[in-house]
């Protein structure tokens, strides 16, 4: 017997309740933003244990096998994306695949790593679009590299020890991240800066 059908609340209610009282009320409107988070039940990227946790408004931490973000993460991050039917993307996955799964149909293409394998990236412009599920402190310089010329990422960035979503275009062979805003989002230490001396 599947004990998750008989211990869950019918899920696609609990996912509408999500998009109305989580999404909606933070300014994620748009329909295609929607569409793939109501198409998409989270439940299925969390161990059974942890299935009935899958809409709370914060994260999952899953231990050592990473996490799934809160989903006004997913949503505002699928917002500033703005994926493109023809766009190449790159994701660097936090412990599940829940986010290739939400872009999947929305692109072209889509690859996807582990953090500690974007950490140590190489490789030239394959990419248009690069989104990271979770908050680094430094964006690699070979991550950086997967980018076309123009290519955008999105990714969580932590600055002063708060997390932010930002965004960042590839010009003239660099990638600057622009903080968007403050939100609640786990942090990939494989982007760890390497720590320096202070004094008091």
Do not use: C
């Not at 999500?18 to 748009?30: A, C, F, K």
Request: proline letters at 6%; a negative charge; zero cysteines.
């Amino acid at each position: 017997m599947n004990t998750m059908t008989t211990t869950l609340p019918d899920t696609h209610l609990a996912r509408r309740a999500m998009i109305d009282s989580q999404l909606r009320t933070s300014g994620v409107n748009e329909e295609y933003v929607l569409a793939r988070m109501i198409a998409v039940p989270r439940e299925d990227f969390l161990p059974a244990d942890k299935a009935a946790q899958a809409y709370i408004d914060r994260a999952v931490m899953l231990g050592e096998a990473g996490h799934l973000a809160a989903p006004l993460f997913y949503g505002k991050l699928l917002l500033e994306a703005a994926p493109m039917p023809d766009d190449r993307v790159l994701v660097v996955g936090g412990g599940t695949d829940y986010l290739a799964a939400l872009l999947r149909p929305l692109v072209a293409e889509l690859h996807q790593i582990t953090a500690a394998e974007a950490a140590n990236a190489g490789g030239t412009g394959a990419y248009s679009l690069i989104v990271i599920d979770g908050a680094i402190e430094q964006l690699p310089d070979g991550l950086a590299a997967q980018l076309t010329d123009e290519g955008r990422i999105v990714t969580g960035l932590v600055l002063r020890q708060v997390t932010r979503l930002a965004t960042g275009r590839k010009v003239a062979g660099k990638v600057n991240l622009q903080p968007v805003e403050d939100l609640g989002i786990p942090v990939l230490h494989a982007f760890d800066a390497p720590k320096t001396w202070t004094f008091a």
